[in-house]
């Protein structure tokens, strides 16, 4: 069975950094590109980052680039989201995505929740 | 970036109901074309990628059609758990986008 189980998610200051973390297992991890996607409450899911499964390729939407970086450690079957210069907007749910295809979702793990917040 | 819409927003349906939910992509897409169940509370599960491949163990009253820019969703029989939000996504193009969902909500 695949899971993927997110962690490090918090409430944090405007400006200020976190890092998120997806342990996966059920699957081969390195055979995998990942995503990052997020959520607002009530909102449709927005793409963040993808990461092939061996890094040489990566790709953010426009909102993240040069403030969040995505990264992998395949031998330790886990997916990371280093978040700095935090914004008030960047306030939702974060899920890690085991891709299918390049560019879809087969599974999510259930979410750590951002807040960003003075 | 490819904007993706649906209609309804919203629908009311009864169990055992045939339920229908439109996608249109603001351009060609082809066949790169997915879409989710989002149960409340829940993460979005992936129904039907590539507009009419059902994802393993998804049940088959759940089919796809549609290509181009129009697409559709149908949901033949409505179950209790299917009660819930469904969006559409081009896997076209970067980035990939969603539609703003559709609420299935019991009549």
């Known amino acids: 069975e695949v899971q993927l189980v997110e962690s490090g998610g918090g409430l944090v200051q405007p400006g200020r950094s976190l890092r998120l973390s997806c342990a996966a297992s059920?699957?081969?991890?390195?055979?995998?590109?990942m995503h990052w996607v997020r959520q607002v409450p009530g909102k449709a899911p927005e793409w963040v980052a993808f990461?092939?499964?061996?890094?040489?390729?990566?790709d953010y939407a426009e909102f993240v680039k040069g403030r969040f970086t995505i990264s992998r450690d395949n031998a330790k079957n886990s997916l990371y989201l280093q978040m700095n210069s935090l914004r008030t907007d960047d306030t939702a749910l974060y899920y890690c995505?085991?891709?299918?295809?390049?560019?879809?979702?087969?599974?999510w793990g259930q979410g750590s929740l951002v807040t960003v917040s003075s | 970036d490819i904007q993706m819409t649906q209609s309804p927003s919203a629908l009311s349906a009864s169990v055992g109901d045939r339920v229908t939910i439109t996608c249109r992509a603001s351009?060609?897409?082809?066949?790169?074309l997915n879409w989710y169940r989002q149960k409340p509370g829940k993460a979005p599960e992936l129904l039907i990628y590539?507009?009419?491949n059902l994802q393993s163990g998804v049940p088959s009253r759940f089919s796809g059609s549609g290509s181009g820019t129009d697409f559709t969703l149908t949901v033949d029989s409505l179950q209790p758990e299917d009660f819930a939000t469904y969006y559409c996504?081009?896997?076209?193009?970067?980035?990939?986008?969603f539609g703003p969902g559709t609420t299935v909500d019991i009549k």
């Open positions: 995505a085991k891709a299918k295809g390049d560019l879809y979702f087969e599974y």
């Open positions: 059920g699957f081969t991890f390195d055979d995998y590109a």
């Open positions: 990461i092939s499964w061996n890094s040489e390729y990566i």
């Open positions: 351009q060609n897409i082809i066949s790169y």
């Open positions: 590539a507009t009419s």
């Open positions: 996504q081009q896997s076209y193009s970067s980035p990939p986008t």
